[in-house]
């Protein structure tokens, strides 16, 4: 199905080979402000298919790119081994290279020591007292490439800087709400190249005084980073500290909460007890905590249990997509969606639990085909997460999603793997069509 996909977007740019690609990136359509991000879309695709693309074309490409959003294709080049053509390509925002760059090695991707340096020499004289942010982001995330003799003098600085700025309740206002994590939590990573634990300590501390909690959960992925920088004999000890802070109160909503993102950040580690504490979790865990379980530890007995725990979750948030509530049918609906994403992917699920998820997503399909909305797009995302593995199931709900594709209220095409709601024989048809 991602073959179709393909063809329908080569069919929308005429992207057909590399020259066209290059051609439309550099002569962008004024009448589509979304073709670059197509064209970039589709590069990448064609460096995944064929590593051996003519080097010389894209150099000039990604020296010619300047003023575009270009993360997607500059770590395409360097999948492909294109270290040279990647660095050619504009950075944009130097705190967003960094954080894909924290991402990359987060997730054991290989970052090439070409873009390292590069990314040294970005940030080099900044001055911590014009940008203490990005100085902060900058020593936790390229902390081991820089000169130690050089490092520690610079992390004194930041610490000096930063309890001033703490002092002052410069950080008070930032946006956690939206995910952003306290710079004193990011400065105590950076210390953690050096190895001084008695200051990360000292900023725990001053962070337990000022917030004796996790602000979102973007925060507890990075106390997670913190712990396993820190030296072994620091880090139960820091874990725990932390697991005070994610609470021991489930979120109301049945989203997962701080608390069971620490846990499932830190299930593997041999310092944590996290797999005990999640599995006496589960029993209580709404869609949301089950789903973010299920994917963090699938195909592990603890991704099995949550996997189990979902189907009959899902049969009470289909029952429930009909009430005259419209609280309860909004809740109802979004975990229907969450569950059929989760449990499309399951590993686990007996015989008699795919029979229910089946009926579960045709009494779904059934209530689409005739229901009237403003707003489609959750209901195609739904439809195709059930689609992956229960297809004749929602054949009702993908008729009716057709239909609306048909009257213009709905692209389908815009969902990557949409062809999942046509017939094999449709397919074809429905790429040669305009669009």
Not at 20 to 42: I, N, Y
Not at 184 to 209: K, N, V
Not at 225 to 246: K, M, S, Y
Not at 267 to 277: I, K, L
């Amino acid at each position: 199905m991602a073959l179709a996909y393909r063809l329908a977007l080569r069919h929308r740019l005429g992207l057909d080979d590399l020259a066209a690609v290059l051609a439309r990136l550099r002569v962008p359509d004024p009448t589509d402000p979304f073709a670059g991000v197509w064209a970039t879309s589709r590069l990448v695709e064609l460096l995944h298919e064929d590593p051996g693309l003519d080097r010389d074309a894209l150099r000039t490409l990604a020296a010619s790119l300047a003023g575009q959003d270009v993360a997607a294709l500059r770590w395409a080049l360097v999948d492909a081994d294109l270290v040279t053509e990647a660095l050619a390509a504009p950075v944009g925002s130097r705190a967003s290279h960094l954080h894909a760059i924290d991402d990359r090695l987060a997730a054991g991707k290989p970052v090439p020591d070409a873009i390292i340096e590069h990314a040294v020499a970005l940030v080099d004289g900044v001055d911590a007292a014009q940008d203490l942010l990005l100085a902060i982001l900058a020593a936790k995330v390229l902390g081991p490439w820089l000169d130690p003799t050089r490092r520690a003098a610079h992390l004194a600085t930041l610490v000096a800087r930063a309890a001033d700025a703490e002092a002052a309740g410069a950080w008070d206002e930032l946006d956690y709400a939206y995910g952003t994590v306290d710079p004193s939590l990011e400065l105590a990573r950076a210390l953690a190249h050096g190895g001084d634990e008695a200051a990360i300590d000292g900023l725990l501390d001053r962070r337990a005084a000022r917030y004796p909690r996790l602000l979102n959960l973007e925060e507890a992925r990075e106390l997670h980073a913190l712990c396993r920088a820190r030296a072994a004999a620091h880090r139960a000890a820091t874990w725990e500290r932390c697991r005070v802070w994610a609470g021991d109160d489930l979120d109301g909503d049945g989203t997962p909460g701080e608390q069971v993102v620490w846990l499932v950040e830190t299930v593997d580690e041999p310092w944590a007890d996290a797999a005990a504490r999640l599995a006496a979790l589960v029993p209580r865990l709404a869609v949301q905590g089950l789903a973010h379980i299920a994917t963090a530890a699938r195909g592990r007995p603890l991704g099995d249990t949550a996997e189990h725990a979902l189907v009959p979750q899902l049969v009470t948030a289909v029952e429930r997509i009909r009430a005259p509530d419209a609280a309860i049918k909004a809740r109802a609906l979004r975990d229907t969606s969450t569950a059929a994403w989760a449990l499309a992917r399951a590993r686990a699920l007996s015989a008699d639990e795919e029979a229910t998820v089946a009926r579960a997503a045709a009494t779904w399909a059934g209530w689409v085909a005739g229901v009237d909305t403003g707003d489609w797009n959750p209901l195609v995302n739904t439809a195709l997460s059930f689609a992956r593995r229960w297809r004749g199931a929602v054949e009702a709900g993908a008729a009716r999603l057709r239909a609306e594709d048909a009257a213009g209220r709905v692209r389908l095409l815009d969902h990557e793997d949409w062809a999942l709601l046509y017939e094999p024989a449709e397919v074809r048809v429905r790429c040669a069509q305009t669009v």
